[in-house]
């Protein structure tokens, strides 16, 4: 059993963004007791959505991505270790055991251990030149190999990683081809209209499609990739391979110690784990949202970051729940995409457009019984007031009726669709 004074200790497992930002959240509520956050990777935690985009086209420099400077963890007491993994976890004792042999005590722990890349059974994927991507390192190694441009680039994977990549390498001059499942790029996600608008922004820069089209085999040559063998039978040369075929969330600890899972660890609206005293946050956790009054588990930015102060909140008693309506963003070319919503509510639903997709300035509004249920605004001015997505989290907020033809019309200003207009 923990010992009296371990009551007040908390230990978080996973330095990403959810940990980092639920250790300044103790800190800033006022806990004075220890926190210990534990990082599998060396670096400290940092902010992913640069490495995709910025820091990759070399845009961010590499001290722009931490969450916090190094610094701000001993001037607040944060015992940051580094390279240490949680690999046990045993609720009933209240302890965890670390991948340097120890083990810890914890009043409250919370697992915000994020997502794993999935890999494929595929012959040739062991080779030099074909990886994941979802670390710092691996962005480092990515803007090495395709900062000089005139590679061939096989990107496998058409959702937002594997179109970003894209974007990327090709902005650098290299020539992309892309590989996915669907028959149109991130159709599942944001419907088939404006996946077609991505597919052709893709397009006018040069990023050839496959589309739908898996990879059967790498081929190389001396341990390097040299090619991509389509299941049409199409040979595609490659220099370059990555694999961005979705990810996993990184469950298996929770697993082990017996917590109730589906689709990731299952959390209330407070991110409480079905264990007394152990929280999730970020994407491992399939939270429990209290606008629709389902589980939501959703691989974004934002979540990571308002579930870690949910869930520091609430692991000091306070009342609190993780009820921002999602929202996340993408950079692709000369696109920056705004997108606030349950895309699992907008599906189906046809886009009411506002603006213009020729012109790449619009905002894409979905609706589900006359009411908006999610949004996206592409170039959409973000001096504008009220801001798109401003406007997009009041209507859906507001669960009131709003025609599509307002939607659409321009001449109606933003602020003119929200209910107190
Ligand atoms: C390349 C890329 C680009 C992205 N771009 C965007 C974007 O544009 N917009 C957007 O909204 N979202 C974006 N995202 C998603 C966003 O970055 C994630 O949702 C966010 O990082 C999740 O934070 P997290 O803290 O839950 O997990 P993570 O950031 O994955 O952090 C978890 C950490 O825990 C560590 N860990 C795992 N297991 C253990 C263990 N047992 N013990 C100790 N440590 C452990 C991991 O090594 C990792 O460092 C992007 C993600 C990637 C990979």
Do not use: C
């Given at each position: ?10 230990v ?48 961010a ?36 055991d ?30 030099s ?149 152990i ?27 308002n ?6 909140k ?15 963003y ?48 592409v ?10 997505q ?15 033809e ?16």
């Amino acid at each position: 059993m923990a010992a009296e004074n371990d009551a007040g200790r908390i230990v978080i497992a996973g330095g990403g963004l959810a940990g980092a930002t639920a250790a300044q959240t103790l800190r800033s509520e006022g806990h004075t007791g220890p926190v210990i956050l534990l990082g599998m990777e060396k670096h400290i935690p940092y902010l992913r959505p640069p490495l995709s985009k910025e820091y990759l086209l070399g845009k961010a420099a590499e001290d722009t991505v931490p969450v916090v400077p190094e610094g701000w963890y001993g001037e607040n007491d944060v015992d940051l270790r580094l390279g240490v993994s949680v690999t046990g976890i045993h609720p009933d004792a209240r302890s965890v055991d670390l991948s340097d042999g120890t083990s810890l005590h914890y009043g409250s722990l919370l697992l915000a251990t994020g997502a794993t890349p999935r890999r494929l059974t595929l012959a040739g994927s062991e080779l030099s030149g074909v990886s994941t991507f979802r670390t710092l390192d691996d962005s480092r190694r990515l803007r090495l190999s395709l900062g000089a441009g005139g590679k061939n680039v096989v990107m496998i994977g058409s959702g937002w990683i594997g179109m970003e990549l894209a974007a990327a390498a090709a902005t650098y001059g290299n020539k992309v081809t892309l590989l996915g499942l669907e028959d149109i790029p991130l159709a599942a996600a944001i419907g088939p209209d404006l996946g077609r608008f991505f597919r052709s922004l893709h397009e006018a820069n040069g990023v050839s499609f496959r589309l739908p089209a898996s990879a059967r085999e790498i081929i190389g040559e001396a341990g390097t990739v040299t090619g991509v063998v389509t299941d049409s039978g199409e040979l595609l040369r490659a220099d370059v391979v990555i694999i961005a075929v979705g990810v996993d969330p990184g469950a298996q600890l929770a697993r082990g110690a017996g917590l109730e899972m589906d689709n990731g660890i299952l959390t209330d609206a407070s991110l409480r784990t079905s264990a007394p005293g152990i929280f999730a946050a970020g994407d491992v956790a399939n939270a429990l949202h209290p606008f629709t009054g389902e589980h939501h588990r959703s691989e974004h930015w934002s979540n990571a970051l308002n579930g870690g102060k949910v869930a520091a909140k609430a692991m000091l008693g306070q009342d609190a729940t993780h009820s921002t309506i999602p929202y996340f963003y993408t950079d692709q070319f000369d696109v920056s995409m705004e997108y606030s919503g349950f895309p699992t509510l907008a599906e189906g639903a046809v886009p009411v457009i506002r603006g213009s997709l020729e012109r790449k300035e619009f905002i894409a509004f979905w609706q589900r019984d006359s009411r908006v249920v999610a949004g996206m605004s592409v170039n959409w001015p973000r001096k504008a007031r009220p801001g798109a997505q401003k406007t997009i989290k009041a209507l859906i907020s507001a669960r009131t009726p709003v025609r599509p033809e307002r939607l659409a019309d321009g001449s109606v200003g933003l602020d003119q669709l929200l209910p107190e207009a």
